[in-house]
């Protein structure tokens, strides 16, 4: 952060922090006075994770406390300052996420106005900036997602891997993105000091050397070294509890009650019944699949490539939450200057297409939820098509983004540390 | 009087809600205390004279509302300070969340509430055990009027419906029974000249209206294979409409 950020982006960053603050006051107010809270119940799971912290228990004592102590740990002055010291926590991490954009777009030389749009795209998304001021903390990971990828840019590899493995201790998802950065540091394209000499000899020797580069190696065992010393850490202070709530339960989460999961009336119908190593595997296909084809033809243009992976992470996962939605939505902006999308109407069309899937399936959801009618097959019909709706959105982002590799090839004649970003 | 929690105690000897074990419990724990009539009052004892059972709201959030009438002798005292302890043992398939439970005790509603058994918010009825809710109130009453008195109190318990066990027919139906009841008038300000009123869940059964009963929507099971087999063919199908584009994707030199 050297260089002084332009005015409008000044302007726009201060509006939208003033605006956060006003939505947080209104939160208070809302949660004090309508039977509705604003915030949001996984806040309170955090903040009584937090006190129990703070009275020197373990935060795992809070039920449904499911993710790392690190969160609790962040969250200690709610109980000593204000109750809402994690949504001032969320919210600047919103913002950092704006500011992020922006650097990352100027960087890649994009025209200021278009990366004020882009910026836009996020600081004013409506889903943004409630997820933030109602508690969530989802715009944490997606700030460190970003610091990551400036890291890489600019050729600090170790600062990357120890950003990545803290990220994933934290939410685990960020791994589907190990492969793609390891295909980019392609030492054709990034070295640390003096590199490798130019060779024109092609053997297995030199096919090893740079599938374990340096670098490739570094990144390898720095990430997996900070996120095995964060699990060991904290499984020493609270045991098998951290590991069971913070871990293994997202791992083997199969959870029956209805959401945006196509397979969620799969798993509630074959709830209790043991499932053939067959029945496990296909659940697993589509989405490997994509996330390998994704991975093998999009890395080099590495925004891109998390954006997609991300997409089709959460809508081929067998739980979707709502929140899940902001890990893509933060990657969104930094891809659009390289799209051929026109707003009308493919733009909108696909916001169209997306928003009315899940418009649909929230109408079937608020009937059988809060109407008590029995409307399971249309609600996972509906998830049907929210599928459908997400790949064909995807589709179209694919058919019509330019290819930009966010690094170029190092030529030969080049000595010096070569980080050529684009 | 009614200071300890019964359903504490139940569970620290109970690893699970069984209606007789808890019968059992009950009548070992009453029996400490004794409900004298008070010196020099002929017939005239607290009784229960009504018990209404409503289910209100629809889906898988609602309340579960009882209105208890109690009919309270005359007392020479003009104000007696009376305890009501309400036990709610709950059927399979509803659950009652103690952050909730939580939240209504900050707002003074009630003088304790707690919620024992299985807790979990999330799993199923078919991975969860039954629990139990119990309710402590005080409240005043005034006796100078000389002739017996109504009385008629409001408790309204939120409850939530767990994912409900197949069932051909596409709903689930919970129905409940009768809440145990322990009532303890004393004087104001005095717990010596004390009333009380013991109704265990068998005998309010008799005095309720209606049998409550929920009716929670659940998965068909003959739906199964079709259910599975669409999922996966549109998992497929979605794979290759990410694929297909992502293979033919040209990439510039």
Request: net charge positive; charged share 15%; proline share 5%.
């Amino acid at each position: 952060m050297t260089a002084k950020a332009p005015m409008n982006l000044r302007r726009l960053l201060i509006g939208s922090a003033v605006f956060r603050l006003a939505l947080i006051l209104y939160g208070e107010w809302q949660d004090a006075h309508m039977e509705v809270r604003y915030t949001d119940v996984d806040y309170l799971v955090f903040s009584d994770a937090a006190s129990l912290m703070a009275s020197g228990s373990s935060p795992y004592k809070r039920t449904t406390y499911r993710y790392s102590p690190l969160l609790a740990f962040l969250l200690l002055p709610n109980s000593v300052l204000h109750r809402s010291w994690g949504k001032f926590i969320f919210s600047a991490s919103d913002l950092l996420v704006g500011y992020f954009i922006y650097k990352i777009l100027k960087q890649r030389k994009v025209a200021e106005d278009l990366c004020l749009y882009s910026v836009m795209v996020w600081l004013l998304n409506p889903f943004t900036f409630t997820i933030g001021t109602r508690g969530n903390c989802e715009p944490i990971v997606c700030a460190m997602i970003l610091w990551i990828l400036i890291c890489l840019m600019n050729g600090k590899i170790i600062q990357a891997a120890v950003w990545y493995g803290l990220v994933v201790h934290f939410r685990i998802y960020p791994i589907i993105y190990s492969l793609p950065i390891i295909l980019v540091l392609n030492p054709r394209y990034i070295q640390l000091g003096n590199g490798m000499e130019a060779s024109t000899r092609y053997n297995l020797w030199t096919a090893a050397k740079s599938m374990f580069s340096k670098e490739r190696v570094l990144f390898g065992l720095v990430s997996g070294g900070i996120f095995f010393l964060c699990t060991g850490l904290f499984f020493h202070l609270y045991q098998w509890e951290f590991l069971n709530e913070a871990l293994l339960y997202h791992l083997t989460r199969a959870d029956p009650r209805h959401n945006f999961s196509v397979y969620f009336y799969h798993i509630y119908l074959q709830y209790g019944r043991q499932l053939s190593l067959v029945e496990k595997l296909i659940s697993f296909l589509p989405q490997s699949i994509v996330q390998l084809v994704l991975i093998s033809t999009f890395a080099q243009d590495l925004p891109f490539c998390f954006f997609l992976q991300t997409v089709a992470f959460v809508a081929f996962n067998k739980v979707i939450t709502a929140q899940y939605f902001v890990w893509f939505f933060c990657l969104l902006p930094l891809i659009l200057p390289w799209s051929d999308m026109k707003l009308k109407w493919e733009g909108l069309g696909c916001v169209g297409l997306w928003m009315g899937a899940q418009l649909h399936w929230l109408l079937w959801g608020y009937l059988l939820e809060f109407k008590g009618q029995n409307v399971f097959l249309q609600l996972w019909m509906a998830s049907l098509v929210f599928l459908l709706a997400n790949a064909s959105v995807m589709a179209v982002f694919i058919r019509l983004q330019r290819f930009s590799p966010i690094f170029l090839q190092i030529k030969v004649s080049d000595s010096k540390s070569g980080v050529k970003s684009q | 009087f009614f200071q300890d929690c019964i359903l504490k105690s139940y569970f620290s000897k109970h690893e699970v809600l069984s209606d007789s074990s808890f019968r059992d419990l009950l009548q070992d724990e009453l029996s400490k205390f004794s409900c004298k009539l008070l010196p020099g009052d002929p017939n005239p004892q607290l009784t229960l004279s009504g018990l209404e059972r409503h289910l209100i709201g629809e889906g898988s959030h609602r309340h579960l509302s009882s209105t208890i009438q109690l009919q309270i002798p005359p007392q020479s005292f003009p104000l007696q300070s009376c305890k009501l302890v309400m036990i709610e043992r709950l059927p399979s398939g509803v659950f009652a969340d103690p952050f909730e439970l939580d939240h209504l005790l900050h707002h003074g509603a009630y003088a304790a509430i707690g919620v024992f058994g299985d807790t979990n918010l999330e799993l199923p009825s078919v991975s969860s055990n039954r629990s139990a809710v119990e309710i402590h109130m005080n409240f005043k009453h005034n006796t100078s009027s000389g002739a017996m008195s109504e009385l008629g109190i409001r408790i309204d318990l939120p409850l939530h419906a767990r994912y409900a066990p197949l069932h051909e027919s596409g709903y689930s139906e919970v129905a409940f029974g009768t809440p145990d009841l322990l009532v303890s008038c004393s004087m104001e300000g005095s717990s010596e000249k004390r009333s009380c009123l013991i109704v265990p869940s068998s005998d309010s059964n008799r005095l309720r209206t209606d049998v409550v009963v929920w009716k929670i929507p659940c998965g068909i099971m003959s739906y199964t294979n079709v259910v599975s087999v669409v999922t996966f063919a549109t998992a497929l199908v979605s794979t290759l409409v990410i694929v297909l584009p992502s293979v033919l994707y040209s990439k510039p030199r």
